[in-house]
Structure formats: C-alpha cells, structure tokens
T-cell receptor, first 110, second 113 residues
C-alpha cells in the first residue's frame, strides 16, 4: 500500500464546477505539498501545509493532521486548470525525502 | 535567477552512452534533490545533496548512477551506460533548508533508443 493515496485518479469536470481532490497518508508528517504538473511540463509547487488552510486565488488547500487527510479545492474551474495534481508528504522532522502520491489527472471541459 | 533551471529539456541517448543532466538551483538555495518519474508512475526520490556533499543517495540505483553538487556550478546527475529502462523524466528541486518549501525545475526528459 502506498504511503500516500490520492482520489480520484481521474476527474473530468465542466468549466465552472467546484473541484475537490483528496489525499490520505499513513505516516506522521511535518509538511504536505500540493503540486501541479501540466502534460510534458514542469512541476509547480502550489501549497506547503502543516496545519489548517491556505488559499491562493481560486485554489484552497486544507489539512487535518489528526485524520491524516488533505484536500485541494478549485473554485470556478477553468480549462487551463487541466493538469495532474500531486500530493507529497515530508515525514516528521529528521527526514527530508518527499513521498508522492500517484497524482490526480484533472480535465476541465469548456 | 527566478527558479530552478534544468538542462537539457530533452535528451536522447543510444543504449550504452552516458547521460549528463544539469540542475542550477534557485539562487541562495544550497539543498538540491533529484527525483525520477517513470512513465505512468509517480515521482520517486533519488538523491539529496548539499554543496560538495551527498547527504542521502538511498533512492539512487547502486550502479551506473552518480550525482554531484560542486562548490561552483550546477548539480549534475550522471547516468553511465544507459539502458531503455532509464527513459524517464528527471526532476530537480531546491530548497533553502530542510524545512523550507521546494522549487522544482521543468525536468529533463531522457529517452534511450
């Protein structure tokens, strides 16, 4: 079982819809990252979270440390949001390796 | 230096040749990480370096792969005698410290023919 599980694996949405991507992990962590990867493209770091909630534009990320769960929300989705969204966790202090989920492929249709 | 610079973006090598991948971290970042993304798989940690030191290479294959981060110049990931299974996207990330956020590069896509 992967230490980081994402759901769904694939997601198709109509433009304007509210989108939620989930990430569950099984180890104690010091931080959780949400990353975005466009096809054939590089990786962009969207958020780094250790508690609570962060917002940037139409993107919102939340984390519940007790439940070992995080969500990435996209409000008013747009075709340019189409990408793979990756959850990655950094284990508790003393380790520096990121462990990645397999990603959620999002397609937003006009 | 706005971000992590990786070059080349695409690299084609014949089996048995050497591949050299370069990564220039964000200015001021002294921590560099290399990750590999195999087709249809998630990213996997390979190696973590600080200037002139390899801190953790537990994710790197024992043979044919090596990495360095010299005092001057970019970090280099070197793959000797490449095989088809080495075909992947190789990403570099840098940070200012172990607890800092990461900045990723655009990756080098290696194709072994």
């Amino acid at each position: 079982k992967n230490e980081v599980e994402q759901s769904p694996q694939n997601l198709t949405a109509q433009e304007g819809e509210f989108i939620t991507i989930n990430c569950s992990y099984s180890v104690g962590i010091s931080a959780l990252h949400w990353l975005q990867q466009h096809p054939g493209g590089g990786i962009v770091s969207l958020f780094m979270l250790s508690s609570g909630k962060k917002k940037h534009g139409r993107l919102i990320a939340t984390i519940n440390i007790q439940e070992k769960h995080s969500s990435l929300h996209i409000t008013a989705s747009h075709p340019r949001d189409s990408a793979v969204y990756i959850c990655a966790v950094k284990p508790e202090a003393g380790s520096y390796q990121l462990t990645f989920g397999k990603g959620t492929k999002l397609s937003v249709i006009p | 230096n706005a971000g992590v610079m990786q070059n080349p973006r695409h690299l084609v090598r014949r089996r048995g040749q050497e591949a050299r991948l370069r990564c220039s971290p964000v200015k001021g970042h002294s921590h560099v990480y290399w990750y590999r993304q195999l087709p249809e798989e998630g990213l996997k940690f390979m190696v973590y370096l600080q200037k002139e030191n390899i801190i953790d290479e537990s994710g790197m294959p024992k043979e044919r792969f090596s990495a360095e981060f010299p005092k001057e110049g970019p970090s280099i990931l070197r793959i000797q005698q490449v095989v088809r299974g080495d075909s992947a996207a190789y990403f570099c990330a840098s940070s200012s410290g172990q607890n800092g956020g990461y900045t990723f590069g655009s990756g080098t896509r290696l194709t072994v023919v």
